[in-house]
């Protein structure tokens, strides 16, 4: 049992909860606090791809495992590369973590968790028809469709779009994400409705980017109901981690926090 010094302190979609009353779906986007991992990493570093401690790092999924009253092995997540590929997961994975940037399954027991440190995790449920999903949604991998293609596997388990409901988790705001012009023109030379995702900041040919109001259209127009947790992972260093505050800081690198689900 956790100690109170060490709980975890998970935030939680009022969406998804109330989707799932009669349900056992559990979820959690989980901060960095509760875990072992010191420095930098300092504590809930669930990054396998860091270059923390890995005993840290395998004791920090432990808790979150235990949160959600599993064993680490059941906790999945996979080699994120800023994709839109989807796999279907129906038991624990072995060996090598697959690449890709969500999973889907409607297999009780297993926890699907995606690791962010400024994109956007994105948590589904459809309690319903038992069936969930977690979706590492970056700006590359938003715009490329990881989460219409997480809507598709669901759907293909037996998921409905009306009872699909959805919360994108602690992700960078606004206006802690500024891009270059050749950013800008990517988005809006794919759509010119884009537009309205960036407004220009101090630096010449620059832009603030709303990654965050990017991926609510993308579910809004894919049919899914969605929460969106207002939590920006660069403005809160004590609760979450962020590359692009890394980056800024000068930081060797940096810590990943964890969001999952599980039926």
């Known amino acids: 049992m956790l100690s109170n010094k060490h709980a975890l302190k998970p935030v939680r979609s009022d969406l998804l909860t109330s989707a799932c009353t009669d349900s056992p779906v559990r979820h959690g986007f989980f901060t960095r606090q509760g875990g072992v991992s010191r420095g930098i990493y300092e504590s809930l570093n669930c990054g396998n791809g860091s270059d923390d401690i890995k005993a840290h790092i395998a004791e920090n999924r432990r808790r979150v495992a235990d949160w959600f009253g599993t064993k680490p092995e059941f906790l999945i997540n996979l080699h994120q590369h800023h994709s839109a590929d989807v796999i279907t997961v129906d038991q624990p994975l072995t060996g090598e973590r697959p690449k890709a940037d969500a999973l889907v399954t409607r297999t009780p027991g297993l926890v699907l968790g995606v690791l962010t440190a400024d994109c956007g995790p994105v948590l589904f449920a459809d309690a ?24 598709e596997a669901m759907l293909k388990l037996g998921a409905t779009r009306p009872t699909i409901k959805a919360c994108l988790g602690p992700t960078i705001s606004r206006h802690a994400y500024e891009v270059g012009p050749e950013f800008k023109e990517r988005f809006c030379k794919t759509s010119p409705e884009n537009d309205q995702f960036f407004k220009a900041s101090e ?22 109901e969605y929460e969106i947790l207002d939590r920006c992972t660069y403005r809160n260093a ?13 930081e060797s690198d940096y810590g990943r926090q964890i969001s999952a689900i599980a039926m």
């Open 128 to 151: 319903k028809n038992g069936v969930i999903g977690a979706a590492h949604a970056g700006w590359c991998g938003a715009f490329g469709g990881v989460l219409e293609a997480t809507v």
């Open 203 to 224: 630096t010449p040919d620059h832009a603030y980017f709303d990654l965050p109001a990017f991926i609510g259209t993308r579910l809004n127009e894919a049919g899914i």
């Open 238 to 250: 004590a609760d979450f981690f962020s590359f692009r505050r890394t980056t800024h800081c000068r």
